[in-house]
């Protein structure tokens, strides 16, 4: 019976720290999200070098009418340790934000990079639930590729769509800035 005891207290025990863990990481990824949005609100300085590219988006379909939106991509210029590194003063996105529109039907979703790793941390959608006609909010954390908190928690069943959907995000806003008139020859 003691060795029952202590064996749950035991996995009790190691349950606690790991929480403890997740949500220290999501302390992280969020403070890291605050100090990127003061970074986006003050602008580009020799002091606060992150760059933006603005992308107005419209589009009229006989069916449904205009859809419109604009894309926001943020970026670290990476300056690296060796010049002979290939990412050697390159854009890495840090973030990116969405904004759709069509009528009554709104979409707003927020991608979140670790500028190390280039990995996806975070996601937030805010869409409209076909369904119901009201907004969905869901929170998205990763941790090295892998969902470590989905909020709502009934939500975690579209993190591997999230994930999906901020690399081709990542990639998209990479492409932004690999041709943008500076880089064409």
């Given at each position: ?136 909010d869901h ?17 975690a069943s ?28």
């Amino acid at each position: 019976m003691k060795r029952i005891l202590l064996s749950v207290f035991i996995l009790g025990v190691a349950l606690m720290a790991s929480a403890q863990s997740v949500d220290t990481q999501i302390q992280k990824i969020r403070d890291f999200y605050n100090t990127v949005q003061e970074q986006v609100k003050k602008g580009y300085s020799i002091d606060n070098p992150i760059g933006t590219a603005v992308i107005d988006h419209v589009a009229t379909y006989s069916a449904v009418g205009y859809i419109k939106g604009k894309t926001e991509v943020y970026t670290y210029l990476y300056d690296g340790d060796e010049v002979d590194d290939e990412l050697f003063n390159t854009q890495q996105v840090v973030m990116i934000r969405e904004n759709f529109e069509r009528g009554p039907w709104q979409q707003y979703r927020e991608y979140l990079y670790d500028p190390v790793s280039r990995e996806p941390i975070f996601c937030y959608f805010h869409d409209m639930n076909p369904e119901t006609g009201e907004f969905d909010d869901h929170r998205f954390y990763f941790a090295k590729g892998k969902l470590i908190k989905a909020l709502p928690a009934s939500s975690a069943s579209k993190a591997k769509s999230a994930l999906d959907i901020a690399n081709e995000m990542k990639d998209y806003g990479r492409s932004i800035f690999e041709t943008s008139p500076t880089n064409l020859e």
